[in-house]
């Protein structure tokens, strides 16, 4: 990589009149140090060594100085970058990523970082974060499973955006760091918005910018939802409409007649509820199959606490069982798919 694509060492008119004006870092500053790195209206004192065996780019730029100018008798390297983030990009070096946080907060700290581990090719710390950063934005259905419940609260309210980032973030990021694996789920989450908020975007309250997709992974959003929604569709038609009770159901030989078919007209009931979509307004899970799929089995083993009866939903263990494997393998199918749905090739997925 050519060092004028990061240095402007020998092109900057200006360099003497910034490095006179720079404040140094007041934690990055190593008195023992050998080169500086020069940041916008900031200078870092660090170690030539440390750089050289972290990055490539690094050391290829730092091989490459010749008539430099010094401040402070050391060399001076001047970065393009945001002030800010070299010196997350530093600490992460000198310190390792503890300081790195996954939630909406941390969100700003780790998107710049993660854009100059990969522009400097600093390899092993860029993989630690996106294996942290998966188990929010995973590839499997099981990592999807456990995030969905980590942000659901005891009254089974849904309040990702509570914690975690936009997925038009993520989406983003994962485009400029090339980092395809985020894509489908981050996709997904998006999907369960409105296309109105998913075109509109959102205004960030940490940094305050108003965040949008680009144009062409809007359209591939809007595309994969209407996948998704008819998906969910046809195992509504295909595996609820008219279900009929299992061989082995408890009540088929019932004598009463109503009583025999308790189990068909609680998946009537399920059917009409999931059609009405109560529940994922209740919960702030609406267009969400993967919850709805799952929702329709739990139907099944839930009291009705509103009028503390048996609720009509519920059939006997058999069909319940029977159905559970249904929505189990109607899960994993759908997981499978959302890499082609959104046009995304994801090697290992699932």
């Given at each position: 990589m050519n060092?004028?694509?990061?240095?402007?060492?020998?092109?900057?008119?200006?360099?003497?009149?910034?490095?006179?004006?720079?404040?140094?870092?007041?934690?990055?500053?190593?008195?023992?140090?050998?080169?500086?790195?020069?940041?916008?209206?900031?200078?870092?004192?660090?170690?030539?060594?440390?750089?050289?065996?972290?990055?490539?780019?690094?050391?290829?730029?730092?091989?490459?100085?010749?008539?430099?100018?010094?401040?402070?008798?050391?060399?001076?390297?001047?970065?393009?970058?945001?002030?800010?983030?070299?010196?997350?990009?530093?600490?992460?070096?000198?310190?390792?990523?503890?300081?790195?946080?996954?939630?909406?907060?941390?969100?700003?700290?780790?998107?710049?970082?993660?854009?100059?581990?990969?522009k400097y090719?600093?390899?092993?710390?860029?993989?630690?974060?996106?294996?942290?950063?998966?188990?929010?934005?995973?590839?499997?259905?099981?990592?999807?499973?456990?995030?969905?419940?980590?942000?659901?609260?005891?009254?089974?309210?849904?309040?990702?955006?509570?914690?975690?980032?936009?997925?038009?973030?993520?989406?983003?990021?994962?485009?400029?760091?090339?980092?395809?694996?985020?894509?489908?789920?981050?996709?997904?989450?998006?999907?369960?918005?409105?296309?109105?908020?998913?075109?509109?975007?959102?205004?960030?309250?940490?940094?305050?910018?108003?965040?949008?997709?680009?144009?062409?992974?809007?359209?591939?959003?809007?595309?994969?939802?209407?996948?998704?929604?008819?998906?969910?569709?046809?195992?509504?038609?295909?595996?609820?409409?008219?279900?009929?009770?299992?061989?082995?159901?408890?009540?088929?030989?019932?004598?009463?007649?109503?009583?025999?078919?308790?189990?068909?007209?609680?998946?009537?009931?399920?059917?009409?509820?999931?059609?009405?979509?109560?529940?994922?307004?209740?919960?702030?899970?609406?267009?969400?199959?993967?919850?709805?799929?799952?929702?329709a089995e739990?139907?099944?083993?839930?009291?009705?606490?509103?009028?503390?009866?048996?609720?009509?939903?519920?059939?006997?263990?058999?069909?319940?069982?029977?159905?559970?494997?249904?929505?189990?393998?109607?899960?994993?199918?759908?997981?499978?798919?959302?890499?082609?749905?959104?046009?995304?090739?994801?090697?290992?997925?699932?």
């Open positions: 060092a004028a694509d990061f240095s402007t060492n020998r092109h900057s008119s200006n360099m003497h009149m910034t490095m006179h004006m720079a404040s140094k870092h007041t934690d990055l500053y190593f008195n023992d140090g050998n080169i500086i790195l020069l940041a916008g209206m900031s200078y870092f004192l660090v170690h030539q060594g440390l750089l050289a065996r972290h990055s490539e780019v690094l050391d290829e730029l730092m091989r490459s100085m010749d008539n430099t100018p010094t401040l402070e008798d050391r060399p001076v390297l001047t970065l393009p970058d945001p002030s800010t983030d070299v010196a997350h990009f530093l600490k992460a070096m000198y310190d390792g990523i503890s300081f790195v946080t996954y939630d909406s907060e941390g969100f700003p700290t780790l998107s710049g970082l993660l854009r100059m581990l990969t090719k600093v390899h092993h710390l860029r993989n630690d974060i996106l294996r942290g950063l998966s188990h929010y934005w995973p590839t499997t259905l099981t990592q999807w499973d456990t995030r969905e419940a980590s942000v659901t609260g005891q009254d089974g309210t849904y309040t990702p955006r509570d914690s975690l980032p936009h997925p038009i973030e993520i989406i983003n990021l994962a485009r400029e760091i090339d980092h395809l694996p985020l894509l489908p789920s981050a996709m997904y989450d998006l999907t369960r918005s409105t296309p109105s908020e998913a075109a509109i975007g959102f205004v960030s309250p940490f940094t305050g910018i108003n965040v949008r997709l680009e144009y062409a992974d809007l359209l591939t959003v809007l595309k994969g939802r209407e996948q998704a929604s008819r998906f969910f569709s046809t195992f509504i038609v295909n595996n609820l409409e008219g279900r009929q009770p299992s061989r082995w159901c408890l009540r088929r030989k019932d004598g009463h007649p109503v009583n025999k078919r308790t189990c068909q007209i609680a998946f009537e009931a399920i059917t009409f509820e999931l059609l009405r979509d109560i529940n994922g307004i209740i919960s702030n899970r609406t267009s969400d199959p993967l919850y709805a799929m799952a929702e739990q139907m099944q083993i839930r009291d009705d606490l509103l009028n503390s009866e048996v609720s009509p939903m519920k059939t006997c263990e058999h069909c319940r069982v029977e159905f559970g494997a249904v929505v189990d393998a109607a899960k994993e199918d759908f997981w499978k798919k959302l890499p082609k749905w959104f046009d995304i090739d994801v090697s290992p997925w699932g």
